[in-house]
């Protein structure tokens, strides 16, 4: 039997606690155990952290993870036992029907999202700021090329999935987008909307430092707003990412008539915004909600990286990794807004 090192949060203001936990016996039905190689820090687990968001303590935080398959139980393919792999961020049932007909399996009705999870739930090997992770039987586990490295994989689960998801409904390219935030959500949106033959996408945010990377994904840089280079009622689709309910009347105010705006962002309470409705209905506009992903976007998003990956300046949007006892101090280096993504190898 092996033990695993695990960084357990406790609670806003503590520290984190480094414990060792052991991995137990071998996985059970459908299970896959996985050493994790590279993990980095994602927005909401810096919401937890700083208590934006509520979630259960004590808790191994961290989705967004590479790994490499240690075991598996049955009914799982032998021959992920060696593969480097990623996975979805959720666990579903398959059998509800958010899963069967809704085609949502991320709003499961038995749904288990790692990262969420408290710590005595089942093994307490739940979460990607560990050595291991024991993924359960609903968990989609997709093989990584050998030419897709741990730094192009490692937030593939989470905004690159989550991207994917977002563009799916647009049907064929476009002439303009807009995308209202620069963080890693819009900097992968840029690039899936240059592939899939988008004219121009004008990628907003407040900061010069994040702005300086949308050249690279193919993407026009707008400083604040988007007004000084999109006309009124000119843009074919617009995509928040901001979080910020503050940025929505502009938004708006870019589409077209038949326009779509995709919300993907704005996950927490401070959220909120007014919203006159006569601007949607005159516009005959389509607003969409997306939160998280269903498998076959993970799926996308690891033929994506097979595709582009070569070509994106991963040095400049994910941090040499900190050590996994040193997890205080990657969540303050996220903090800086510095990097896109904060990694963290066990």
């Known amino acids: 039997m092996i033990d695993a090192r695990l960084s357990v949060f406790q609670g806003v ?7 060792a936990h052991p991995v137990g016996a071998a996985p059970g039905p459908g299970e896959c155990l996985v050493q994790i190689s590279l993990a980095s820090v994602c927005g909401s687990d810096l919401h937890t952290v700083d208590g934006r968001r509520s979630g259960p ?6 989705h967004e993870g590479v790994g490499r398959v240690l075991a598996v139980g049955s009914g799982r393919e032998t021959g992920l036992v060696g593969r480097r792999v990623t996975w979805t961020l959720a ?3 398959g059998v509800c029907r958010c899963c069967r007909e809704w085609d949502l399996p991320q709003k499961c009705e038995r749904l288990f999202k790692y990262g969420h999870a408290p710590f005595h739930d089942g093994t307490g090997l739940n979460g990607t700021y560990a050595s291991h992770v024991l993924l359960r039987a609903g968990t ?3 093989p990584l090329p050998e030419t897709v490295t741990d730094e192009m994989a490692v937030s593939a689960n989470c905004a690159l999935a989550t991207m994917v998801g977002a563009v799916e409904g647009l049907g064929g390219p476009g002439e303009l987008a807009v995308i209202q935030g620069a963080g890693l959500l819009g900097l992968y949106g840029c690039a899936l909307l240059k592939e899939l033959g988008w004219r121009r996408v004008v990628v907003v945010d407040t900061n010069p430092a994040r702005l300086e990377l949308v050249t690279d994904f193919g993407g026009e840089p707008a400083l604040n707003s988007a007004c000084s280079v999109v006309p009124s009622g000119t843009a074919d689709a617009v995509f928040e990412v901001t979080g910020q309910g503050a ?9 077209r ?8 962002g704005m996950v927490h309470a401070a959220s909120r915004f007014e919203l006159v409705g006569e601007v949607v209905v005159r516009k ?4 969409q909600g997306l939160h998280n992903y269903v498998p076959r976007h993970l799926g996308a998003a690891v033929e994506f990286l097979q595709r582009q990956g070569a070509r994106l300046p991963w040095e400049r949007l994910i941090s040499p990794a900190l050590p996994l006892e040193s997890l205080d101090a990657a969540m303050a280096l996220a903090r800086t807004g510095r990097w ?3 990694a963290v190898r066990p």
């Open 140 to 142: 989609t586990v997709r």
């Open 257 to 264: 008539p038949r326009g779509r705006y995709q919300w993907v």
């Open 247 to 255: 940025v929505i009347a502009e938004g708006l105010d870019l589409l």
């Open 91 to 93: 666990d579903s049932c």
């Open 57 to 62: 303590t004590p808790v191994v935080l961290g």
């Open 13 to 19: 203001g503590q520290p984190f606690a480094f414990v």
């Open 340 to 342: 896109a993504r904060v």
């Open 284 to 287: 005959c506009l389509t607003i």
